[in-house]
């Protein structure tokens, strides 16, 4: 099952508001981690920055399922995507400009330094929906 | 299995401070599923957590739970990136309250200020920062396991209580 991202939601991609991200491990422990960012790569991919060895990193390589939740508080709507781990990038383009604004993100914040990515984690979407505040 | 402990002090003092939260179960096919969650209280028993959840984030939740138990929280302090994720098991699950919904209240005013103190040039104004946090429709409760710090930085990952043995 794939789908499409519409192109409403790029802007919501690229609006600085940290993002949710749930995995579950294969012996069935869910864990849900905030993230600074999600990157659009084409339609139906997106990526995820890898940074340091964490739960989320070792989940999606074990069970690729996964969803993400963008926060567009300005629009007043959430967006759930449903996507699945399905390849890692050490270089090239995407990991080029993901490591390019995680730098800013992370000096806009006072973090500087702290981060260094590994590798540029592409995601295939499998749905997209959104909630919208009452 | 262990001797039920507390949760220590210091995470219990984070909870009151904490301005967002996030629940997450996983389905019996281990897909997971992200509940935001717009308030929290730890029990009387300090180390059961109850969450407070809108009903657009109610999907699967009873069924994942009564599948399989496993409930996790991520816990944030905006501004300082102060971040814990509380792991551990289901307990019940009522209808939301009024008192529930006076605890969101005070949940939703520490998120409203921590957003618009963190950057007020561009943050969106307070009402719909206050918009953004639904009325809770049901309250879960989990006996939470294990708390792992998630501050970004090297560190997050780190176990750092353990209330019971894994099942």
Known sequence: ?134 | MSESRTLPRVLVQFLDRASVAIGCTRDASLAPSIHYSSGWLLDADQRSIWCFIPEPFTAGLRASLEENGHFALTVEHIGPHECYQFKGTYLSMRPATEADREITARCRERFVAAVATLNPHVSPNRDLLRKYILDPAVAVRFAVREVYLQTPGPGAGRLLAQLEDRP
């Open chain 1, 1 to 134: 099952m794939s789908a499409r991202l519409p192109d409403e939601i790029r802007p919501v991609m690229e609006n600085g508001v940290p993002v949710i991200i749930a995995t579950c491990s294969t012996d069935g422990v869910p864990n849900v981690s905030i993230v600074s960012e999600v990157y659009y790569v084409d339609p139906g991919t997106v990526a995820l920055s890898f940074q340091f060895f964490s739960k989320t990193i070792k989940n999606v390589r074990e069970n690729p399922q996964a969803t993400i939740i963008l926060n567009d508080i300005q629009g007043g709507r959430r967006w759930i995507l449903r996507v699945r781990y399905d390849h890692s990038e050490t270089e090239g383009p995407i990991f080029d400009a993901m490591d390019m604004q995680i730098e800013a993100i992370a000096s806009a914040t006072g973090m500087s330094g702290i981060f260094k990515l590994r590798s540029a984690d592409l995601y295939k979407v499998s749905s997209v929906e959104t909630i919208r505040n009452a």
